[in-house]
């Protein structure tokens, strides 16, 4: 794994969250939305195979602060072993009562060349995270350090993330809307049909912006419609 961007991953950057869920339904996939999430700022869209870490409750004495000095503290090692080119996705079983990670963990992360961090907890720090340039995802800010209720026991095992399951290597796509997971087998042809119809849904805008109807447009059950839309394409050069 490396930070080069193939082809699927730059189809993958122009399209969004809203189209995606659309395709993967198409194939019987329905829970692949990561709910309750909110990105800190907005910007590109974020594309990556997901690196995860897994947190369970805290005991108190095992969760204290000299832990960290650990170097096999599965918080610490998952930062500093993430494969530039992943997003890191973190199960804190919802819980945003104490932080996931904060700003010196997410920095370590781009510095990394992460592409992006994900929580269904919260962040402590949240101001300078908002300031990295990569793209971050939590369900609320989270002041207090994650040792007070959370145990971090494993790196790359499959995990629960937004009430979404999230395996090592399943395809991480977030826009300003939120995140989805792509299951790793199905992303090339998700990517394509997604890029796809982005088009198609970009011509259909402007048809409606236009004054449209979107009986017969979209979907296209009027047999005009691809006809119009095959101009529109040569036209834009789509």
């Known amino acids: 794994m490396n930070g080069h961007i193939n082809v699927t991953e730059m189809k993958l950057m122009q399209v969004s969250t809203a189209t995606l869920t659309t395709v993967l339904f198409k194939r019987g996939l329905r829970n692949i939305f990561l709910q309750g999430l909110n990105r800190l700022h907005p910007g590109p869209n974020m594309v990556g195979p997901a690196y995860t870490l897994r947190y369970i409750p805290a005991r108190e004495d095992l969760d204290i602060l000299d832990s960290f000095a650990d170097r096999s503290n599965a918080q610490r090692k998952g930062v500093e072993e993430c494969p530039s080119g992943a997003v890191f996705v973190i199960d804190a079983r919802g819980d945003a009562s104490a932080a996931s990670a904060g700003c010196i963990l997410a920095a370590r992360l781009q510095s990394r060349g992460c592409r992006g961090v994900v929580t269904d907890g919260g962040f402590r720090d949240t101001p300078e995270i908002a300031g990295l340039s990569m793209p971050s995802y939590h369900a609320r800010p989270s002041a207090p350090t994650n040792l007070t209720k959370h145990h971090a026991i494993a790196i790359n095992d499959p995990i629960a993330c937004g009430g979404v399951s999230v395996f090592p290597g399943d395809i991480i796509v977030g826009d300003n809307e939120g995140v989805v997971c792509i299951p790793q087998h199905m992303a090339n042809e998700v990517a394509e049909e997604a890029a796809?119809?982005?088009?198609?849904?970009?011509?259909?805008?402007?048809?409606?912006?236009?004054?449209?109807?979107?009986?017969?447009?979209?979907?296209?059950?009027?047999?005009?419609?691809?006809?119009?839309?095959?101009?529109?394409?040569?036209?834009?050069?789509?």
Do not use: C, I
Request: net charge negative.
């Open 196 to 238: 796809e119809m982005t088009v198609f849904e970009d011509f259909v805008m402007e048809m409606v912006q236009l004054g449209a109807s979107t009986f017969g447009l979209y979907p296209p059950t009027d047999p005009s419609t691809m006809d119009r839309f095959k101009t529109w394409r040569k036209e834009k050069g789509r």
